[in-house]
């Protein structure tokens, strides 16, 4: 909890912070350094805990890493949201998601199955592994995207940030036809296609380990973008040129955190 929401009156934004597999929820939300920006960009923090299943405590995102459990790991973010809102000052529009690794796959299956409920989302070291995976997983992700876009009178989208290292052995830039995971270009273009992104991305920044690609104007003023990490490792990336953390509260901020 932010200090000033303390002597303010104003609703307040919320940021979700996904661990990945095996990760220790109490752990990964205060290591990545996002609780220093929750008084300036005034927001509540919240890095909630995953289920324990047989490959350790992990996110029900498709493919990875709770496949065959009962697991609604959707609901469960929806009913801590509605809980949020039911007990704090929430700016329903301000509400946003990150994650590592299984952490940020389950970002990007809670922006699938809910466009626009979440402002804008940021995968670092993951990928869209809605079932069954690979492209029908995307496709799939299409069908619940446009669906739920259409059922959203608002018709809001989710801006959509990626963070991956090229040479990450876990989740491979190229991709894992047998785990499921897509590439990341795949995953940034569909993420375009489905923002209605128009023209060509472009690059904003290069430096020496990390290069982006931009979409800048896309339907319902949102934004997708990937970063690449050269030679970068299945890491939450950070040197003295690019800090993750920081990047992703300057994404969040383009869209009104």
Same mark, same amino acid.
């Given at each position: ?11 307040? =934004? ?18 990545? =350094? @996002?609780?220093? $920006? ?8 919240? +890095?909630?805990? =995953? ?47 990150? /994650? @590592?690794?299984? &952490? ?20 670092? /070291? ?6 069954? /995976? ?8 299409? *069908?619940? +995207?446009? #669906?739920?876009?259409? #059922? ?19 989740? *491979? ?6 785990? &499921? ?25 290069? $430096? ?11 339907? +319902? ?10 030679? /970068?490792?299945?890491?939450?990336? #950070? ?19």
């Amino acid at each position: 909890m932010p200090q000033s929401y303390f002597n303010s009156k104003e609703p307040y =934004g919320l940021v979700f912070a996904f661990h990945g597999l095996t990760g220790v929820c109490t752990e990964f939300g205060p290591s990545r =350094g @996002f609780i220093q $920006y929750t008084d300036s960009l005034k927001f509540i923090f919240v +890095y909630p805990c =995953g289920y324990k299943g047989i490959l350790g405590t992990a996110w029900n995102a498709g493919t990875c890493c709770l496949r065959g459990y009962n697991v609604d790991d959707n609901d469960l973010t929806k009913k801590m949201i509605t809980q949020m809102q039911a007990n704090f000052r929430i700016n329903s529009t301000r509400i946003f998601a990150t /994650g @590592f690794s299984n &952490g940020g796959m389950i970002s990007e299956t809670l922006a699938c199955q809910n466009p626009g409920l979440f402002r804008a989302i940021a995968s670092v /070291g993951g990928a869209n592994v809605m079932l069954p /995976g690979n492209k029908e997983g995307m496709q799939n992700c299409d *069908k619940a +995207y446009a #669906a739920g876009n259409g #059922a959203n009178s608002a018709k809001t989208t989710t801006a959509v940030l990626l963070v991956h290292g090229d040479a990450d052995p876990t989740v *491979k830039w190229k991709g894992d036809a047998l785990l &499921g995971f897509p590439p990341t270009m795949d995953d940034f273009a569909a993420w375009a296609k489905r923002n209605k992104c128009s023209g060509n991305p472009v690059n904003t920044f290069k $430096y020496a380990k990390f290069e982006n690609q931009l979409y800048k104007s896309c339907a +319902y003023n949102t934004q997708v973008e990937v970063v690449r990490n050269l030679g /970068g490792l299945h890491k939450w990336p #950070a040197d003295n040129t690019f800090n993750t953390t920081q990047y992703i509260m300057n994404f969040f901020h383009r869209f009104g955190l």
